[in-house]
């Protein structure tokens, strides 16, 4: 928020409305970029009033102030707003339909945005690893592997593996260029969750067996769209996600 400014997670609670008024009128950025997400997937499914309060009533929170005090806001979304039964990847006019309780709030999130603010660019993405956290998909994978922990990943499930800093600089630009509404922004191509695994142990020069298994072999609470995976008609592809994973692995080497 503002020049460089950022609010960490205990920072700042983007459910409470006098909070999220009181930090930008404080600060008077330019662009907001809401990074604050209710993420885990499958407890959303017995914890709605929390998913939704995030996930929908907080960046409706944000729009609203951003509005008052003339900024533009960047909201991420996700490829879990599709159901996933096209064979195609979903481009930004493809109508939503959620599957899951998650899918379903991140929905509600884009549309009290796109409603309440006046600038508002909804960035949808997807497999996003490489955060600051170090807990995105494979670096939980490596952590198994050098545990000596089996691999069991699905592989029917397909996505674009997008780096978090290919995303970062993404939206930069995006805002640079003036966009708003809703744009995909993902690594080029598509993968099962299986392949990424197995590209993340092989950049990183880790020797582990991966074992494919189907969805329904997980038995994970909530449904994940079968094709998760986007494409864009209004931006570009960032360059190949594989490519995006080797420098990824770079980094774990090279820190």
């Not at 497999?127 to 994978?141: H, L, Q």
């Not at 079968?226 to 190949?240: E, K, Q, S």
Request: net charge negative.
């Amino acid at each position: 928020m503002g020049a460089g400014t950022g609010l960490e997670h205990e920072a700042l609670d983007i459910t409470d409305a006098a909070a999220v008024e009181s930090a930008i009128a404080q600060r008077e950025p330019d662009v907001v970029f809401n990074c604050a997400a209710y993420n885990a997937v499958d407890r959303a499914e017995t914890d709605p009033e929390a998913a939704f309060a995030v996930n929908g009533a907080g960046p409706g929170n944000l729009a609203a102030s951003c509005r008052r005090h003339a900024a533009s806001l960047v909201h991420f979304s996700t490829n879990f707003v599709f159901d996933g039964v096209g064979t195609e990847p979903y481009v930004e006019s493809d109508e939503p339909e959620p599957l899951s309780v998650y899918g379903r709030s991140k929905l509600a999130g884009e549309r009290a945005v796109l409603e309440v603010g006046t600038h508002v660019l909804v960035i949808r993405t997807a497999a996003v690893f490489g955060t600051t956290t170090g807990r995105s998909f494979p670096e939980r994978i490596l952590e198994r592997a050098r545990a000596n922990q089996e691999l069991r990943v699905v592989s029917d499930q397909t996505v674009n593996p997008t780096y978090a800093r290919d995303l970062a600089a993404a939206a930069v630009e995006l805002v640079g260029q003036g966009f708003a509404g809703i744009v995909h922004a993902v690594n080029d191509g598509c993968a099962g969750w299986d392949e990424f695994a197995r590209a993340a142990l092989a950049e990183s020069g880790v020797d582990a067996r991966v074992e494919s298994i189907a969805t329904g072999a997980y038995m994970a609470p909530a449904r994940r769209p079968a094709n998760g995976c986007l494409a864009t008609i209004r931006y570009h592809p960032l360059r190949p996600w594989r490519d995006a994973v080797r420098d990824w692995a770079q980094t774990l080497k090279n820190p």
